[in-house]
């Protein structure tokens, strides 16, 4: 399912408060994406992975996380794994890797 998601969707008219040129918005958007996978290219998943945590605010803050509705806890978000995987830190002190689910700062 689309999760939280669903019901915070916005545009960029609504976020900006503007309208925005669309043609020029895609176009940035292709030169960084093309910008990251040049990245990936030459230094790796790595250098990907330190410069997302770096800029990720959800860092090291409380989350709750959902896989499903049986299956819901909280934690401290503290990365991704080597497989782009988030890692909580639940409560009892045990850290769990996520690949799917929705995830909410507390």
């Known amino acids: 399912g689309l999760g939280q998601s669903a019901y ?3 545009s960029l008219m609504e976020e900006l408060g503007r309208e925005t040129d669309r043609a020029r918005f895609c176009a940035d958007l292709l030169t960084e994406l093309e910008q990251w996978y040049k990245k990936l290219n030459t230094e790796g998943t790595d250098s990907i992975t330190r410069e997302w945590e770096q800029r990720w605010s959800a860092k090291d803050k409380r989350v709750e996380v959902t896989i499903d ?5 909280e934690g401290i ?5 080597d497989k782009g995987f988030l890692i909580v830190e639940k409560d009892n002190g045990e ?3 996520i690949m799917t689910g929705d995830v909410v700062v507390l």
């Open 69 to 73: 509705p049986d299956n819901r806890f």
């Open 8 to 10: 915070e969707a916005t």
């Open 95 to 97: 850290a769990v890797s």
């Open 77 to 81: 978000a503290r990365g991704i794994d």
